[in-house]
T-cell receptor, first 116, second 114 residues
Framework: DADVTQTPRNRITKTGKRIMLECSQT?????MYWYRQDPGLGLRLIYY???????NKGEISDGYSVSRQAQAKFSLSLESAIPNQTALYFC???????????????FGPGTRLTVL | AQSVTQPDIHITVSEGASLELRCNYS??????LFWYVQSPGQGLQLLLK??????LVQGIKGFEAEFKRSQSSFNLRKPSVHWSDAAEYFC????????????FGIGTKLQVIP
């Protein structure tokens, strides 16, 4: 089984709808991240969480919110979806041990979201 | 602020040929550097990473990268490319600050022709 799973894998929705993307991990990592990927822009950080009670905005958090329901679950919500939120969304995890940054991030398979 | 530049958006090489993907970074101190690979329909997978020590780093799948401080570069190399190496490659730089932010480049898409 995959260590980092994302649901749904694909979603098409309409402008103004509320959408939730879910991420679960079995790696036992404390740190979780949400990124979006757009062609020509690479990966940009939306939100990150170092533990259940520690949630922080990334570089492009406007229009998004998150919930860390448990160590293993980190959800991303679009309160009112708009077309420029059409993108590929990735969840990732990393281990706190060793200071964090020198440990790799483990990525889920991604969710392709289309907002019409 | 830290940043990463991958100057080649798309590269085509013949199977069996050597490969070098370029990466330049901007960071005030010693950076933490990573190369990730993204196969079609997949998430990113770490190929290799550099934090300190030997500037030539070996990774998975036969890849290596060399950290050159004087050139602010961390280029990825492979001596002989296989068709299965066709993917998108991302260079990333991490800092040593409180958040330990990781910044990704825009990616280089590798096409391998027979």
């Amino acid at each position: 089984d995959a260590d980092v799973t994302q649901t749904p894998r694909n979603r098409i929705t309409k402008t103004g709808k509320r959408i939730m993307l879910e991420c679960s991990q079995t790696k036992g990592h404390d740190r979780m991240y949400w990124y979006r990927q757009d062609p020509g822009l690479g990966l940009r950080l939306i939100y990150y969480s170092f533990d259940v009670k520690d949630i922080n905005k990334g570089e492009i958090s406007d229009g998004y919110s998150v919930s860390r329901q448990a160590q293993a679950k980190f959800s991303l919500s679009l309160e009112s979806a708009i077309p420029n939120q059409t993108a590929l969304y990735f969840c990732a995890t990393s281990d706190r041990a060793g200071g964090g940054v020198n440990n790799e991030q483990f990525f889920g398979p991604g969710t392709r979201l289309t907002v019409l | 602020a830290q940043s990463v530049t991958q100057p080649d958006i798309h590269i085509t090489v013949s199977e069996g040929a050597s490969l070098e993907l370029r990466c330049n970074y901007s960071y005030g101190a010693t950076p933490y550097l990573f190369w990730y690979v993204q196969s079609p329909g997949q998430g990113l997978q770490l190929l290799l990473k550099y934090f300190s020590g030997d500037t030539l780093v070996q990774g998975i799948k036969g890849f290596e990268a060399e950290f050159k401080r004087s050139q602010s570069s961390f280029n990825l190399r492979k001596p002989s490319v296989h068709w299965s190496d066709a993917a998108e490659y991302f260079c990333a730089v991490g800092n040593s600050g409180g958040y330990q932010k990781v910044t990704f480049g825009i990616g280089t898409k590798l096409q391998v022709i027979p």
